[in-house]
Nanobody, 127 residues
Framework: QLQLVESGGDLVQPGGSLRLSCVVS????????VGWFRQAPGKEREGVSC????????TYADSVKGRFTISKDDTKRTVYLQMNSLKPEDTGVYYC????????????????????WGQGTQVTVSS
C-alpha cells in the first residue's frame, strides 16, 4: 500500500526556518516524482516544489524561489523541503505527493499530476 507521511511542521517566527520530511513506502522510491503542495486558509492548493524520479530536476513556485530547497535521500526513502526566511504568507498545510511523469527527469507542480497524497503537516509563520 502506497503511503506518504509528512512531518516537521511547526509554529515559527517570520525569518525562521523549518525542514519538512516526507517518508514514502509501499512502492519503489525511484518510481515516482514527488511534489510538495500547500493550502492556506481560504485558498486553493498551490504547488510549491517538485523533484523528479532521478533527483536531477527540481522546480519551485516563484513565491518560494531562493528560500526553499527540495531534496531526496534514496537510502532513507525520504524527500525533504528545507524552508528558510519564512514569511507569514507561507502559513498553511503542506502536503507531500507522488505521481508518474512522462520521463524520469521531469516533474511539474500541477495538481492533476499527483494522485497520491499524504495527510499534511501544519506550518504556521507568526510572531
Amino acid at each position: 500500500q502506497l503511503q506518504l507521511v509528512e512531518s516537521g511542521g511547526d509554529l515559527v517566527q517570520p525569518g525562521g526556518s523549518l525542514r519538512l520530511s516526507c517518508v514514502v513506502s509501499g512502492f519503489p522510491f525511484d518510481y515516482y516524482a514527488v511534489g510538495w503542495f500547500r493550502q492556506a486558509p481560504g485558498k486553493e492548493r498551490e504547488g510549491v516544489s517538485c523533484v523528479s524520479r532521478t533527483g536531477s530536476t527540481t522546480t519551485y513556485a516563484d513565491s518560494v524561489k531562493g528560500r526553499f530547497t527540495i531534496s531526496k535521500d534514496d537510502t532513507k526513502r525520504t524527500v525533504y523541503l528545507q524552508m528558510n526566511s519564512l514569511k507569514p504568507e507561507d502559513t498553511g498545510v503542506y502536503y507531500c505527493t507522488a505521481g508518474l511523469m512522462t520521463s524520469a527527469t521531469v516533474c511539474d507542480r500541477s495538481l492533476t499530476s499527483y494522485p497520491y497524497w499524504g495527510q499534511g503537516t501544519q506550518v504556521t509563520v507568526s510572531s
